[in-house]
T-cell receptor, first 114, second 110 residues
Framework: DAGVIQSPRHEVTEMGQEVTLRCKPI?????LFWYRQTMMRGLELLIY????????DSGMPEDRFSAKMPNASFSTLKIQPSEPRDSAVYFC????????????FGSGTRLTVV | RKEVEQDPGPFNVPEGATVAFNCTYS??????FFWYRQDCRKEPKLLMS???SGNEDGRFTAQLNRASQYISLLIRDSKLSDSATYLC???????????FGTGTRLKVLA
């Protein structure tokens, strides 16, 4: 199993640009989670999907952030327009809910907005 | 009050020592508990689940105290390779959200 695959690994962009982060969950997992990690705030849940449907997006900071999951094997997190305070590591995780096995995280995307 | 609180450390311990971390949570209805480990500039990885009766995995022991709303992680015979940040995770009842603590940093010294 290839695990959770995220791309790109690193992204440097200028303020105001659109940024799209991508995630491929583990095959067979039915839930997908987007987290953001900063030194100040730790890991924060942004949004999660169950069976491709967004269940809870209360952690999405503002309208500049949007996430989609068009099918069971792909999700995107988009920031438009990006701001320097969006600089963080963005993790995607997947899980098979109802089994209590915990999440498996991808390697993350380190985003720097200058 | 934060939903999940941990002492950030760092805990600096010699090889072979026993070290324990605690984590408190605010939602008494929380149902699932985990410890994750995160190495520098890497993703968090599941270390172990925490069960009501307590559980052990090799040198690692996890305990849950529902009355006082805390979980603990005990590491015996510390190895250099145990150096990492340990994240406490709580999942409130009725949701599949995992709430992460900010982590406790452990350094095992030679």
């Amino acid at each position: 199993d290839a695990g959770v695959i995220q791309s790109p690994r690193h992204e440097v962009t200028e303020m105001g640009q659109e940024v799209t982060l991508r995630c491929k969950p583990i095959s067979g997992h039915n839930s997908l989670f987007w987290y953001r990690q900063t030194m100040m705030r730790g890991l924060e849940l942004l949004i999660y999907f169950n069976n491709n449907v967004p269940i809870d997006d209360s952690g999405m900071p503002e309208d500049r952030f949007s996430a989609k999951m068009p099918n069971a094997s792909f999700s995107t997190l988009k920031i438009q327009p990006s701001e320097p305070r969006d600089s963080a590591v963005y993790f995607c995780a997947s899980s098979f809910l109802d089994r209590g096995y915990g999440y498996t995280f991808g390697s993350g995307t380190r985003l720097t907005v200058v | 009050r934060k939903e999940v609180e941990q002492d950030p450390g760092p805990f600096n311990v010699p090889e072979g020592a026993t070290v324990a971390f605690n984590c408190t949570y605010s939602n008494s209805a929380s149902q699932s508990f985990f410890w994750y480990r995160q190495d520098c500039r890497k993703e968090p990885k599941l270390l172990m689940s925490v069960y009501s009766s307590g559980n052990e995995d090799g040198r690692f022991t996890a305990q849950l105290n529902r009355a006082s709303q805390y979980i603990s992680l005990l590491i015996r015979d510390s190895k250099l390779s145990d150096s990492a940040t340990y994240l406490c995770v709580v999942s409130p009842s009725g949701t599949y959200k995992y709430i992460f603590g900010t982590g406790t940093r452990l350094k095992v010294l030679a």
